[in-house]
């Protein structure tokens, strides 16, 4: 027999607070994994996502892989019935998955370059030539030629303990 | 001469600077004066980043407000991934005094301005259709070529639409109004207004994933006749570009808005910076 696991209402709970406060409206319909454009390509169901998040399975859904399969292209937050905010949902549940650890490597290096850099892609010698080619400023007129503004995106970084939160989480 | 902050972003300026240049031009083709915002850094990405942590996505975003701010100016992007950013942390500092006050001790501790919660964040596509109008694209239009486009909304542009209300998010038009007054007929096809498969980080963690969701909407949009893909956000038109590469098939070449606007209003080829499409553009 299949043994039934114990709901956990703290951990739903720690969802609402992290933005997931509509997580309870739900009510299991599924209009959502009939819109999902993933999960036409993939095993990932929002609604089974939703139900796990709703009755606390933490570990079913912080280390899971199908969490970062949504795309938060908000189809299924437009047509859900219930008014479930489920790309704010999403959001929460990856907020608190990157805080115990869970980051895959191809993400980590993009919150680095942007916390390095201001920018999520880099600037190559090709850019800069094109962009003269282009009648535009070599370098773009953004943190990229102005040191003191990425100082300061810097230091939010520092502040919101992100540069500590890509590193290594926990 | 309505005047705007114009938001860079990064695929734009870094990837397909064709963009931006198009963008510089058409808007003062049409009377909208942009100003650069300076300093200005990643909005951060609305999927990716907002994912890792929230209220360093809004103080950022928060940061790129205040430049605005300074300037005296409202918002304007090209991009639905800036878009979505700016005006959701827009929308949520100017209407939750208690949120604002959160960022903005951050960003005191961090030596930037306090965001007093006045800016406005528009969309490209949303102040020509509002702002400028139809018509008066309508008149700037030399060549259209009667091609078939299958137009490309994206997700970010529309939705969420219960703060956004901008258009119909299931059946949208003020897109398609656009481009037909460039003289390009917009084909109905299946599923439109699907994901590109690129956002939420989707593109960078699991790239598989994302082409499948492309290859489908690109099968979608070929079965309908389509002869060019037209975007208004340069990651899905990232996606749709290096896509089809990736796919060694469909061979549908894809224009942001701003680029057909240009080739539309007779501007110099050169300048539309066609040459970095990774599928070939022969229009």
């Given amino acids: 027999m299949a043994e039934a696991k114990e709901p ?126 282009l009648g535009l400023q070599n370098t773009p007129p953004t943190v990229f030629s102005d040191p003191k503004a990425l100082e300061q995106v810097k230091k939010i970084g520092e502040i919101c303990g992100f540069d500590k939160l890509i590193a290594g989480g926990k | 001469m309505a005047k705007y902050g114009f938001f860079l972003g990064c695929i734009m300026p870094l990837r397909y600077p064709g963009i931006e240049s198009s963008t510089r031009e058409v808007m003062e083709a049409l009377g909208v004066e942009l100003v650069d915002m300076q300093g200005a850094s990643c909005c951060p990405a609305p999927g990716v980043m907002r994912s890792f942590d929230q209220t360093y996505w809004m103080s950022v975003a928060a940061r790129n407000l205040v430049i605005a701010q300074k300037m005296g100016v409202d918002v304007l992007t090209i991009c639905n991934g800036c878009f979505d950013t700016l005006f959701e942390v827009a929308h949520k500092l100017n209407h939750d005094p208690e949120m604002r006050k959160k960022v903005n001790k951050i960003l005191k501790e961090a030596g930037v301005d306090e965001y007093q919660g006045n800016v406005n964040v528009r969309h490209f596509v949303e102040l020509l259709y509002k702002d400028v109008g139809v018509e008066a694209v309508r008149a700037k239009a030399k060549s259209g070529k009667g ?66 969701m492309t290859k489908e909407n690109l099968t979608n949009m070929k079965a309908a006749g389509a002869e060019v893909i037209v975007d208004c956000c340069p990651f899905c038109h990232l996606q749709y570009d290096a896509g089809q590469a990736q796919l060694k098939e469909f061979g549908i070449p894809v224009l942001h808005l701003s680029q057909l606007l240009g080739m539309a209003f007779g501007l110099d080829k050169a300048k539309l910076g066609l040459e970095v499409h990774q599928t070939k553009v022969n229009l």
């Avoid at chain 1, 409206?25 to 796990?52: E, H, I, N, Y």
């Avoid at chain 1, 606390?56 to 908000?74: K, M, N, R």
């Avoid at chain 2, 909304?153 to 460039?182: M, Q, T, W």
Wanted: glycine share 8%.
């Fill in chain 1, 8 to 133: 956990n209402p703290e951990f739903t709970r720690k969802v609402v607070e992290a933005g997931g406060k509509t997580v309870n409206l739900c009510f299991q319909c599924g209009t959502c994994t009939g819109s999902c454009p993933s999960g036409r390509q993939t095993a990932f169901r929002v609604r089974k996502l939703v139900r796990r998040a709703q009755l606390g399975f933490e570990e079913d859904v912080l280390p899971s892989d199908d969490l970062w399969l949504c795309t938060t292209c908000f189809t299924c937050y437009e047509r859900c019935p219930r008014g479930v905010e489920i790309v704010d949902v999403i959001m929460a549940l990856r907020n608190m998955a990157v805080r115990k650890g869970y980051m895959a490597e191809p993400h980590r290096k993009v919150a680095e370059l942007i916390s390095k850099t201001g920018h999520l892609v880099s600037l190559r010698d090709e850019d800069k030539a094109l962009r003269g080619r």
């Fill in chain 2, 147 to 212: 091609m078939k486009a299958a137009v490309h909304y994206g997700c970010h542009f529309l939705k969420p639409s219960n703060i956004k209300k901008i258009d119909d998010a299931e059946r949208p038009h003020i897109f398609d109004d656009i481009v037909e007054a460039a003289g390009v007929t917009s084909v109905p096809f299946k599923d439109k207004g699907t994901c590109c498969g690129a956002g939420g980080g989707v593109r960078a963690r699991t790239p598989d994933v994302a082409l499948k």
